[in-house]
């Protein structure tokens, strides 16, 4: 039976209490770490942006985590590959506190993309093989350190989600080209998650200050105030989308790894009470195209049901980072030098969206999808 701990943290000041108590409390750091080995801590660092922002994991977190990975005489390495094309990793690990911590606490920053790769057929459809970084596949094991967010393409964002970034650089936007739809996306998801499970010691999720709306990271931070742990990363996610509201029998990455809601049922849950956390009107993205719509509908009138990205020339800051996240280069420097979309290339993989730092790509919806799919704010799915 899968045991999940729940642990109250009202603040990143009671970061190193709160992980300690969240592992002792699903067995302790021994039973997933020995001493002598070289695990490597991945946080969820898409990019550069102040941890006040709920974008990526908390410093205070991994901090908490490298102390006790080396209490339990293991060496540990922090790393993630960010979103998009970052062309300054140094000052993301500034911006994201990660410096600080690794500095103060002496362990190795990892760049994925510096270690080098393999390419490797892990059964997925569209992309054989799949390149990792060879930080991730030398390493003994892995700790998950994920950021609870809502995601445009996925909904939501949690332990599974996190393992693309062992995809280094630009190839998780070219992914994307073969993988633009959400049922893609989960495969290659579920087939990553499945090929790394063998090092996976344990997840556990940064929820202190997580992100609703629009995510990954043009949504609002939601103080949920708890962190949460297993073994299972899959199946924390579908305890995590279950107490937000969310009904997990229509989430197709989870049905694909076999995770129903009497999986969840089942599941042993150690800590504080899940009631006295007040997650009340956690609020998931609105749908993608077709997603939501009656079969019938999509078969029909499917060229007449979309959902676009569009730039709000008011906000947009002429920064182009949208241009290189595009895997299909739809996005073209148009007058005064603002960027533009080629509506014929899009392929509505929202990668602009997520990569954009000032949230000014936002939705077009076609007139009918605003009549079948559902806007922000309707938690139960
Ligand atoms: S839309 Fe966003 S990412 Fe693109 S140029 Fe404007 S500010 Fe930069
Ligand atoms: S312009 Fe379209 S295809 Fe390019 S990143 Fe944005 S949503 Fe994806």
Redesign the pocket.
Known sequence: MTKISVVKCNNYKQSQEAVERAISLIGGIETFVKAGEKILIKPNLLAPRDPSQAITTHPEIVRAMIRLVKKAGATPIVGDSPGGSIRDIKNLWKVTGMTEVCTDEEVQLVQFEAEGAKSIDIGNPNIKPVTFSNAVLDCDGIINLPKLKTHSLMKFTGGVKNFYGTIPGLLKVEYHKYASKTKDFSDLLANIYTFLKPKIRLTLIDSVLAMDGAGPSAGNVKELNFIAASQDTAELDAFLLTILGYNISKYYLLKKLNITKKTVAAFEIAGDSIRELGLGGFKFPRGRMFEMAPKFMVKFLGKFLWIKPF?NED?????????KSCPVKAIHIGKHNC?TIDKTLCISCFC?HE????K??GFKKSLLAKLFIQDDANPKH
Not at 316 to 321: D, E, W
Not at 355 to 358: F, H, I, L, R, T
């Open positions: 730039i906000i947009c800051r002429k920064c182009l980072i949208c241009g960027p602009c990569m954009c730092p000032y000014a790509i």
